[in-house]
């Protein structure tokens, strides 16, 4: 059951360029009746491991950008601790509130950007610069806080102001995501709120998910990419927030 969860989580996370926490939570809470808070802490050490198997299918590719990532990295690594630790504050039904209102927020800033002249976003090298550095910082406390690797914040960033096409953006968040887990990871282990006993067969799913979600990515067309990940989103914070929409 781990390893299938695992399997899931990263799979879907490869493809559109997450971490796959968003689909193994809730996986987790349903089918091993972990609580909220377990949850996103034994999700977030297996989103480091999903973090580098499919940076590395992208990177197979040419579709990483090694400087975009570093810059993520060093703030929100820094951040993930605090998320962490906020989050193990809160009622969970807060939780979910608030990250499924983002996720369906983030759905829709994808599907405006394809409407959009690309001029609108176009930012001096020093701005790009700030731009990624901020968003890593958001990134990160979202990060620890959900058990994600946070490329619901990192992918529209990338593609809205730094020029960068979907599949690149995507295999960039997915690199940046693996030292901001550990960072959160940490936190959470010493919080109480990772599950050792499903590692193994978790992080394994995970793994082999994440490779095969991150290569098929390569080989669909990029518009279909974004559609996908908005379509994604909306399922995800419309479940986050109690609704049905589709």
């Known amino acids: 059951m781990n390893f299938l969860i695992g399997l899931l989580g990263g799979f879907f996370g490869g493809l559109v360029g997450l971490g796959g926490g968003v689909v193994m939570i809730p996986l987790m809470i349903s089918l091993r009746k972990l609580s909220q808070h377990k949850a996103h802490g034994t999700s977030l050490v297996a989103v ?84 990624l550095l901020l968003t890593g910082a958001g990134t990160g406390f979202l990060s620890g806080m959900m058990g994600v690797g946070g490329g619901t914040i990192m992918i529209p960033a990338m593609v809205l102001f730094a020029a960068m096409g979907q599949h690149t953006a995507q295999g960039s968040s997915l690199l940046a995501m693996v030292p901001v887990g550990v960072a959160g990871s940490v936190t959470h282990y010493k919080l109480g709120n990772v599950r050792k006993d499903m590692l193994p067969g978790l992080v394994a799913g995970a793994v082999a998910g994440s490779y095969l979600g991150g290569t098929a990515a390569n080989f669909l067309p990029e518009l279909y990419l974004k559609y996908t990940f908005a379509v994604i989103l909306t399922w995800l914070g419309s479940r986050y927030l109690g609704l049905k929409l589709f």
């Open 48 to 131: 480091v491991f999903t973090g580098l198997a499919g940076a590395a299918a992208y990177l197979l590719h040419h579709a990483v950008d090694w400087k975009a990532s570093g810059l993520l990295a060093l703030s929100a690594t820094y951040t993930a601790r605090f998320g962490a630790r906020y989050a193990h504050s809160l009622p969970e039904q807060k939780l979910k509130k608030a990250f499924g209102a983002f996720l369906i927020f983030v759905s829709v800033l994808i599907i405006v950007k394809a409407y959009l002249p690309e001029e609108s976003y176009t930012l001096s090298a020093v701005m790009k610069t700030a731009v």
